[in-house]
């Protein structure tokens, strides 16, 4: 996911030229085919800007696109990664002027993502730069992006990441898992795009309405992150609290960590995600915790400690996480 933010943070150099340099009266409309061409490079998949490109001097250098699109890779499902309508970025001139670009605006309307794992095994969120010639390649990693510490690599820092109504679809054609979230809205906080980050927002999973807040914190050899959540559904007034690590992700993501559920209706929440009926001797308040394994194929628990109004248990659970949960 760093490098879909770095697609959308090689903008902000366009808006630092504009704010600092070359008058706003240019139509910057002119320069899409170097900008394509540039992500391109740093991602190996065709980019478009198919609607116009504004820039703004004041009160801060600004930047707003619409009409963007990133490309799948070959044997993907969808013709498109990333669709987004517009994208507006602004950056505080002082921070700049030190070396750092400090985003004070990154407003994202109605993006679509699709994650995929290819039926190969692949994953669309692997990208392969294309090569280039001469001494600026001495500075970048196998996958095109900056190494750490190199004099190509800002320091970006995000005050405000505004996310509306976003659609995040993850695919597994090896496994046919497919699950979608919609009506993404959220508030993003982050010291760097390493992390950490703090969000909050809403948003709808299997026709369910959910509010979450999120802190991750800093990502580790672009494969471990730690972070916790909290969220909350109406149906049932269930509430849920995960923490851990994410492990793998650049291969089989895999979580590890603990979990805590609750809420006063046992029944209308599992009914809620799976769409058929619940008994109604489950029609009553609940809590359920225990540390989790879990991959897109199952969840394992262990050490659970779970209760149904007077009644409780102890011992390990298996979920299967088809489409309709067993």
């Known amino acids: 996911m760093r490098k879909i933010f770095g697609v959308l943070f090689g903008l902000i150099f366009l808006t630092m030229a504009a704010g600092l340099v070359v008058p706003s009266f240019i139509d910057w409309n002119n320069y899409k085919d170097d900008v394509a061409r540039r992500v391109n490079e740093i991602t190996g998949r065709d980019f478009a800007i198919n609607g116009n490109i504004r820039i703004a001097v004041f009160p801060a250098p600004g930047l707003v696109v619409s009409d963007v699109s990133l490309a799948n890779p070959d044997g993907a499902t969808a013709r498109h990664m990333v669709t987004l309508k517009s994208a507006e970025i602004r950056v505080a001139l002082g921070p700049l ?18 994650l995929e794992r290819l039926s190969d095994g692949s994953a669309n969120w692997a990208f392969k730069a294309v090569k280039r010639g001469g001494d600026g390649d001495a500075n970048r990693t196998a996958s095109g992006v900056p190494n750490e510490g190199s004099s190509e690599t800002p320091l970006i820092a995000l005050d405000n990441l ?16 497919t699950e979608k979230v919609e009506k993404l809205n959220a508030r993003i906080a982050a010291a760097s795009l390493q992390g950490p980050m703090k969000t909050s927002g809403s948003a709808t999973i299997r026709s369910v309405p959910l509010t979450f807040e999120l802190n991750v914190g800093e990502i580790i050899r672009d494969r471990t992150v730690p972070f916790n959540l909290r969220a909350g559904a109406a149906i049932g007034k269930v509430t849920a609290r995960v923490g851990g690590t994410l492990v793998n992700l650049t291969d089989v993501p895999k979580f590890k960590g603990s979990v805590k559920v609750e809420g006063e209706n046992l029944a209308a929440a599992l009914a809620s995600l799976s769409g058929a009926g619940a008994p109604y001797l489950l029609a009553q308040s609940f809590r359920a915790g225990g540390d989790v394994t879990a991959t897109m194929a199952g969840v394992q628990m262990e050490k659970v400690d779970f ?11 298996y979920f299967d996480m088809g489409d309709k949960p067993s």
Do not use: C, F, M, W
């Not at 505004?162 to 898992?177: F, K, M, P, Q």
């Open 97 to 114: 002027l030190g070396g750092q670009v400090k985003v004070e605006t990154l407003k994202l309307i109605e993006p679509v993502i699709h």
């Open 162 to 177: 505004t996310i509306e109504n976003a659609t995040l679809i993850y695919r597994d054609s090896v496994s046919g898992v």
């Open 307 to 317: 209760s149904l109004g007077a009644t409780r248990a102890s011992g390990d659970l």
